[in-house]
């Protein structure tokens, strides 16, 4: 059974950073993507990070460019989310998700769509200005 864990979210002041973790068991751990996602209230899940786990290419949203990083810890099955100069467009619940599904065409085929099969529960980050 797949799970996915996510830790580290919580309250941070605009400009602060975070780190978000998730930790994959359970998992085939290797030439896949895992990525980082957001969702605010009322607004559609959007990607905002991704890694291939099979040689480590990344892709950013372009909102996050140069403030986020994701990078991966093979040996723990954990992949992070490094925040840095945060702002309170920020604010949303991060998820997790492993397993990209490469069925998809057009506008869906990248890693940054919401179509992986495995998903975490989420970890709320609130950025106050």
């Known amino acids: 059974q797949v799970q996915l864990v996510e830790s580290g979210g919580g309250p941070v002041q605009a400009g602060g950073s975070l780190r978000l973790s998730c930790a994959a068991s359970?998992?085939?751990?290797?030439?896949?993507?895992m990525g980082w996602f957001r969702q605010a209230p009322g607004k559609e899940r959007e990607g905002v990070a991704a890694?291939?786990?099979?040689?480590?290419?990344?892709y950013y949203a372009d909102s996050v460019k140069g403030r986020f990083t994701i990078s991966q810890d093979n040996a723990k099955n954990t992949v992070y989310l490094q925040m840095n100069s945060l702002k309170p467009e920020d604010t949303a619940m991060y998820y997790c998700?492993?397993?990209?599904?490469?069925?998809?065409?057009?506008?869906?085929?990248?890693?940054?769509?919401?179509?992986?099969?495995?998903w975490g529960q989420g970890t709320q980050v609130t950025v106050s200005s």
């Open positions: 998700a492993a397993d990209w599904d490469t069925s998809y065409g057009g506008s869906w085929r990248t890693p940054l769509a919401p179509v992986y099969n495995y």
């Open positions: 359970g998992y085939t751990y290797s030439s896949n993507c």
């Open positions: 890694i291939y786990t099979g040689g480590g290419s990344t």
